[in-house]
């Protein structure tokens, strides 16, 4: 499957608390749009508080985003096809006007990519 993945940071002025509600109220659009941009699966994800994280016991760098989003589609065909649309692109423009009200999208992180699902 295509996916699209974003590490999220939030607006600086906005509580954890406020950026959830905010993230909730986004994903009912996303859940409206879901069928025009062909969305097949949507998952969200938050950290754990550090003081409240298992040990990975990996020396990795620090998780510094508030969330991840994650958006899978049937292929990348799918994914170009329904964005090309006049309904995909107003969805999109609808979508993208909310995201700014909660997201700080210039040190937001997204990626594209095919899922190889192992196990």
Request: hydrophobic share 45%.
């Given at each position: 499957?295509?996916?699209?993945?974003?590490?999220?940071?939030?607006?600086?002025?906005?509580?954890?608390?406020?950026?959830?509600?905010?993230?909730?109220?986004?994903?009912?659009?996303?859940?409206?749009?879901?069928?025009?941009?062909?969305?097949?699966?949507?998952?969200?994800?938050?950290?754990?508080?550090?003081?409240?994280?298992?040990?990975?016991?990996?020396?990795?760098?620090?998780?510094?985003?508030?969330?991840?989003?994650?958006l899978w589609y049937e292929s990348k065909e799918a994914f170009i096809q329904?964005?090309?649309?006049?309904?995909?692109?107003?969805?999109?423009?609808?979508?993208?006007?909310?995201?700014?009200?909660?997201?700080?999208?210039?040190?937001?992180?997204?990626?594209?990519?095919?899922?190889?699902?192992?196990?």
């Open positions: 499957m295509f996916k699209v993945i974003m590490l999220v940071k939030k607006k600086d002025l906005l509580t954890q608390d406020e950026f959830i509600a905010l993230w909730q109220e986004h994903s009912q659009k996303v859940i409206a749009f879901k069928d025009i941009l062909r969305i097949k699966h949507y998952a969200k994800t938050l950290p754990l508080p550090a003081d409240n994280s298992p040990a990975t016991q990996r020396k990795t760098r620090a998780f510094t985003f508030d969330a991840m989003g994650e329904a964005r090309n649309s006049p309904t995909g692109q107003h969805a999109l423009a609808v979508l993208k006007e909310d995201e700014q009200k909660f997201v700080d999208l210039t040190h937001s992180v997204m990626w594209l990519g095919e899922e190889e699902r192992i196990l």
